[in-house]
């Protein structure tokens, strides 16, 4: 519901609105709704199924920040992410 909602915007307004009313308990909890709703909207991305991690987009990001020299040249995928503890695809 939640990629329906935010990303896809397939769901009704009404029913976006239940959505965001229900992601404002965790994120923006200190502001009200009226002004938490849009920030909530605008910062969401697409979550996977299961909450997966795509290793190829990560893996593309850390050579991003490589390049930008954001991150020493010798980090790793298997530094950033312990497969043990997060599903991956």
């Keep these: 519901m939640y990629n329906a909602a935010f990303v896809d915007k397939t ?3 009404a029913d976006i609105n239940v959505i965001v009313g229900i992601v ?3 994120v923006y909890a200190d502001q009200p709704i009226a002004k938490a709703a849009p920030r909530i ?3 969401a991305m697409r979550i996977n199924a299961g909450g997966k991690m795509n290793m190829t987009s ?3 990001q850390l ?3 490589k390049s930008e020299k954001l991150v020493p040249a010798d980090v790793t995928l298997d ?3 312990d497969k043990r503890f997060v599903p991956t695809f």
Excluded: S, T
């Design 11 to 13: 769901m009704p307004e």
């Design 24 to 26: 404002h308990k965790y």
């Design 41 to 43: 909207k605008a910062g």
């Design 58 to 60: 990560i893996a593309d």
């Design 63 to 65: 050579e991003w920040f």
């Design 79 to 81: 530094m950033l992410v």
